[in-house]
């Protein structure tokens, strides 16, 4: 997956959500309680970010994670790393194209998905930056840190 070098028409997260796996995938789970969370939602917000590959993931809420499971399984794809078991993580793939989905399993995750942005003209839910920097706080890894702060720098720009 190539993204374009020249950002003058579009932002790297409108060309990775047309990617056909990716906009498959979107358009599959519309319905549902999710947001995009991740490196992803951080070039939603900050246009210079480059997205990649395997920073697609999404905020599930829990409870809607077996009928969701079965939704996919039934398009192809395949569930790494879930055992109906207390986890908080799923792998999910297609092919080559692969994905996290996050369980909203705290009344926190859940509250987070109802303040999430919905951009229906290109059909995602996205989370509030806000939200975007508690998630990263607790991941504490350097790119964590750097998107911290592009969001932080964001949000006082512009007042969110």
């Known amino acids: 997956m190539k993204l374009q070098k020249d950002r003058s028409t579009h932002s790297y997260f409108d060309e990775f959500i047309q ?3 990716v906009r498959e995938f979107l358009n599959l789970i519309f319905e549902y309680n999710y947001a995009i969370v991740g490196g992803l939602a951080v070039s939603f ?3 210079e ?10 905020l599930l809420d829990e409870d809607h994670i077996n009928d969701f499971i079965f ?14 078991i207390d986890l908080t993580n799923v792998a999910v793939r297609k092919e080559n194209f692969q994905f996290d989905i996050l369980l909203a399993q705290d009344n926190w995750l859940k509250e987070m998905l109802y303040f999430s942005i919905k951009i229906k003209a290109k059909k995602v839910k996205v989370l509030h930056p806000k939200w975007l920097i508690k998630m990263k706080l607790l991941a504490m890894r350097e790119k964590d840190l750097k998107d911290i702060e592009m969001l932080e720098y964001f949000l ?4 969110l």
Not at 49 to 58: C, F, I
Not at 71 to 84: A, C, D, M, R
């Open 19 to 21: 990617i056909k796996q």
């Open 71 to 84: 939704v996919l399984e039934s398009q192809n794809y395949t569930i790494e790393g879930w055992k109906e």
């Open 49 to 58: 970010r480059k997205p990649t590959p395997g920073e697609l993931d999404v």
């Open 156 to 159: 006082k720009k512009r007042e």
């Open 45 to 47: 917000w900050i246009p």
